[in-house]
């Protein structure tokens, strides 16, 4: 695509290039693998003191693979495996366990390991979060994080959830 209107990092049209390509499939409705290949090239300013900054293609590409299947009726698992190349590459790896009880309690775990090199390598990841909360931190350098949620229907018209969340960086 094309862009004659000034952006952010961007002082002269611009041409860029987005590509996103999912494949899904769907075994007997509970168990679920998903593809999903992203190539992102972007015009961007190099940072300069110039009256007029030299543009540079900013170049992302992106692969993940996930799997989502039941363990019994009330615990389901979740992995997922990305890969991200930029100036750099990156790997973010995480396991999901979802346990419901019928319309009661449901309690969800995750356990991710990354290590990305480069900021430009970033990766995102959904997070289940509490109503009318978006979850969606980005990750970059070594580590690890866990999180746990908890969600508790009281009644008819009550519901509540405890969201706790932890991040170990190197």
Known sequence: YTSNWLAYREDRPISNLDFFLQA??????TVRISSRFRR??????LS????????L???????????SFPLSASLQSSSK???????????????????????????VLRWSIYQIESYNARI?????TPLYMFGLPSFSGIGNR???????????NFQSWIKAACTLQK
């Open 24 to 29: 899904d499939y769907v075994i007997n409705r």
């Open 40 to 45: 992102k090239v972007k015009m961007q300013n």
């Open 48 to 55: 300069s003191v110039l009256a007029l900054p030299e543009v």
């Open 57 to 67: 293609s900013n170049e992302l590409t992106q692969l993940r693979f996930s799997c």
């Open 81 to 107: 495996i990305e890969w991200s190349w930029a100036d750099s590459r990156g790997l973010f790896i995480s396991q999901d366990l979802i346990w419901k009880a019928p319309q009661v309690i449901s309690l």
């Open 124 to 128: 995102y990841a959904y997070e289940h």
């Open 146 to 156: 866990i999180y746990t949620m908890l969600k508790l229907k009281i009644g008819r």
